[in-house]
């Protein structure tokens, strides 16, 4: 596995959401490179974007997603919001599995 730090990446998980896509904006516009990280397909496009659909649903999901991206930094903004009966459990894996996931990744690379 690369580590972080080589290529200048930003890694923006979630971004496709109200904020993360003002990130992406400000990113792009001082000409950095984005990996944009997120459970939906990117409609946005741009030289310096790329992006990776994903579930959030484990660690060895997120190492695939980030082969071959030597990221400068992790923007972790992927979240989601449930109501209900059943919501603590639907936001626990919506927010808290997700930012374990993103914690335990980078503490290897």
Avoid: Y
Wanted: aromatic share 2%; hydrophobic share 50%; charged share 20%.
């Amino acid at each position: 596995m690369e580590m972080l730090g080589a290529d200048g990446t930003t890694v923006v998980t979630g971004g496709l959401g109200f904020i993360g896509r003002w990130v992406i904006e400000t990113l792009l516009a001082r000409g950095e490179r984005v990996l944009v990280l997120d459970r939906v397909a990117c409609e946005l496009e741009h030289p310096l974007l790329s992006s990776r659909t994903v579930t959030f649903e484990g660690e060895a999901e997120l190492i695939a997603a980030l082969a071959g991206t030597t990221a400068l930094r992790v923007i972790h903004l992927v979240g989601g919001r449930a109501v209900g009966p059943d919501s603590l459990i639907a936001n626990v894996r919506a927010n808290v599995e997700p930012t374990i996931a993103m914690i335990s990744l980078a503490a290897k690379l």
